[in-house]
C-alpha cells in the first residue's frame, strides 16, 4: 500500500516519540516497526481493541497480551487451551460464545474454595476483634440488591 510522504513522516516521528517513553524488547521495537512501515499508527491495533474509555489500544499493548495468550496456550493441551480462552477471554476456539454450564463437580469445588475464603477472611476479622462490626455490617446489608447478582443468571440451554 502507497502511503504519502506526510503520513510516513508523521508515522515515523510518533514512533521515535513513543520509542522515548516505552521500554520494549528488541523483538517489540522489530515488530512495531514493521506495523508502522505497513502505514500505522502505534497507538492502533490489528484487534481493533479499545481501552475501558473507548480509546484504541496502542499496538504493543495488544501485542504484549497476545504474546501472553500465546505462551499460556504453550503449555496447554488443546482442550485445557480452548477452557483457558472462554474462562479467561470469552473466545470458544470451536464457534460458540457461550461457556458450557459448569459440572456438580466443578460447582461443588467452587462452593467449597468460597466457604474456605469466607472462614479464613472470618479469622482475620476475629483475630482483629473485629467480630461484632461484621455481624453488624452483614446484617445491615444482607437483603440489600447488588447490581450483578450471579445467580439470577440462567446457564441452562
Not at 481493541?49 to 501485542?63: H, K, S, W
Request: glycine residues 4%; aromatic residues 14%; proline residues 4%.
Amino acid at each position: 500500500m502507497k502511503i504519502s510522504k506526510e503520513k510516513r513522516q508523521f508515522l515515523k516521528k510518533e514512533l521515535r516519540e513513543y520509542e522515548k517513553i516505552t521500554p520494549m524488547t528488541k523483538e517489540e521495537r522489530e515488530i512495531l516497526y514493521e506495523w508502522v512501515a505497513d502505514g500505522n499508527s502505534v497507538h492502533e491495533n490489528g484487534a481493533m481493541a479499545c481501552y475501558e474509555g473507548g480509546r484504541p489500544m496502542d499496538f504493543l499493548d495488544v501485542y504484549r497480551e497476545e504474546e501472553e495468550i500465546r505462551r499460556a496456550l504453550d503449555t496447554m493441551s488443546y482442550e485445557e487451551g480452548s477452557r483457558y480462552l472462554l474462562e479467561e477471554y470469552g473466545i470458544d476456539r470451536d464457534g460458540v460464545m457461550t461457556p458450557k454450564p459448569p459440572t456438580y463437580e466443578e460447582l461443588k469445588k467452587k462452593a467449597n474454595r468460597l466457604y474456605r475464603t469466607c472462614f479464613l477472611y472470618w479469622e482475620v476479622l476475629v483475630a482483629n476483634d473485629l467480630r461484632e462490626e461484621a455481624y453488624e455490617y452483614v446484617r445491615e446489608h444482607i437483603d440489600e440488591e447488588w447490581p450483578f447478582d450471579s445467580f439470577d443468571w440462567d446457564i441452562t440451554p
